[in-house]
């Protein structure tokens, strides 16, 4: 695992497959998992859902999803750094690696508005 990441932080995968994969799927599998265990810790879900406040009552409950939380947000930086990288090697068409910068830093914001949004 720390390998993969340390390839990823260096920006030596593809951009594509560091766009895409790392990216997009990998934020991707972090949300569902999060969103999935903060409405198993609502005692109403369906509230929680249509309010889009997802802070459990419980301690033990907050623990979890803080401790989820920070792994995906340091995974958010590992990430944003190695597609920047990768789009810095990318030899293509220059406009790959530009359009790749710009939307990597604007999900990183939304990520952290999101967060913001449902866990604070």
């Known amino acids: 695992m720390t390998k993969i990441l340390k390839k990823l932080w260096n920006g030596h995968y593809s951009l ?4 895409w994969f790392f990216g997009n799927i990998v934020p991707l599998i972090f949300f569902i998992i999060l969103i999935s265990l903060a409405l198993l810790f609502q005692e109403n879900a369906l509230d929680a859902l249509l309010n889009q406040q997802f802070v459990p009552k419980g301690l033990y409950e907050r623990v979890i999803l803080l401790f989820i939380t920070f792994l995906f947000l340091i ?7 190695g597609i920047w990288r990768s789009a810095n090697h990318y030899t293509g068409r220059r406009y790959w690696s530009v359009i790749a910068k ?3 830093v604007l999900a990183l914001f939304t990520y952290l508005k999101d ?3 449902f866990f604070v």
């Open 115 to 117: 967060i913001f949004k």
């Open 102 to 104: 710009f939307a990597i």
């Open 75 to 81: 995974y958010s930086i590992i990430s944003t750094v």
């Open 16 to 19: 594509s497959k560091s766009y």
